[in-house]
């Protein structure tokens, strides 16, 4: 076989590989019934209600179903946060500390009135 017949072959295979996989889904396509839906009637005063409870019942369900993974995911969070403050740890009492010392004296009036108002509302409730 040459390069020219080759070529052919796998350009022939391709296609009827596609015309195969087209058919398959244009086959899938006419099996799925789309469903009509009649507003007026599904959703009329009386059956407004129970389709709500219906939609509710549905996502309870779906989050009842998730509820492991949910709470695996959560648990995942909270410790890789946990050991993402262990490692930063020194950084960040390394930055309070340089804060405080910036910040010392606005700190010290803050906390003056922060106490006098405190001690203030205290006597007011009395």
Known sequence: MNL???KKLREEKVLAHKRKKREYYLKKKQEVVKKVYDYDT?????NFTLKIKEIIKAQKNYLDNRKDIIIS???EYKDKKKEYYELNKE???EYDKEYREKRKEELKEYRKEY???KKENKTLKE
């Not at 599904?42 to 009386?46: A, G, I, Q």
């Open 115 to 117: 106490y006098k108002k």
């Open 4 to 6: 020219d017949e080759l």
């Open 73 to 75: 995911k959560l648990n």
């Open 42 to 46: 599904e959703l009329n005063n009386e």
């Open 91 to 93: 950084k960040r009492l």
